[in-house]
Nanobody, 117 residues
Framework: QVQLVESGGGLVQPGGSLKLSCARS????????MAWYRQAPGKQRELVAH???????NYADSVKGRFTIARDNTEKTVYLQMNSLKPEDTAVYYC???????????WGQGTQVTVSS
């Protein structure tokens, strides 16, 4: 059974930084593409950043230049470094794992990020 556990959320002032972590239990972490999504109140869940098994990376336009996704296959963890945070970045952030070559996916429970002065 694959489990994803996010951590690192919290309250930060505009312009500040946070680093989210998503630890994945189970084996074969390197066989999964990993992604961060977010969902703000009253809005649909949206893709923030995606990193493939091979390390290819994509970002939402709204976070390019501010957020950085990275993965550590040894630690079975994916990270999201968030800099220059804005109030509109406020949301619950979710980690997703996508098994290579299948439609199998797993979601974490989410971690709240609030950007406010």
């Amino acid at each position: 059974q694959v489990q994803l556990v996010e951590s690192g959320g919290g309250l930060v002032q505009p312009g500040g930084s946070l680093k989210l972590s998503c630890a994945r239990s189970g084996s074969a972490f390197s066989m999964y593409h990993m992604a961060w999504y977010r969902q703000a109140p009253g809005k649909q869940r949206e893709l923030v950043a995606h990193i493939s098994r091979g390390g290819s990376i994509n970002y939402a336009d709204s976070v390019k230049g501010r957020f950085t996704i990275a993965r550590d296959n040894t630690e079975k963890t994916v990270y999201l470094q968030m800099n220059s945070l804005k109030p509109e970045d406020t949301a619950v952030y979710y980690c997703k794992a996508e098994l290579l070559g299948t439609t199998i996916e797993y979601w974490g429970q989410g971690t709240q990020v609030t950007v406010s002065s």
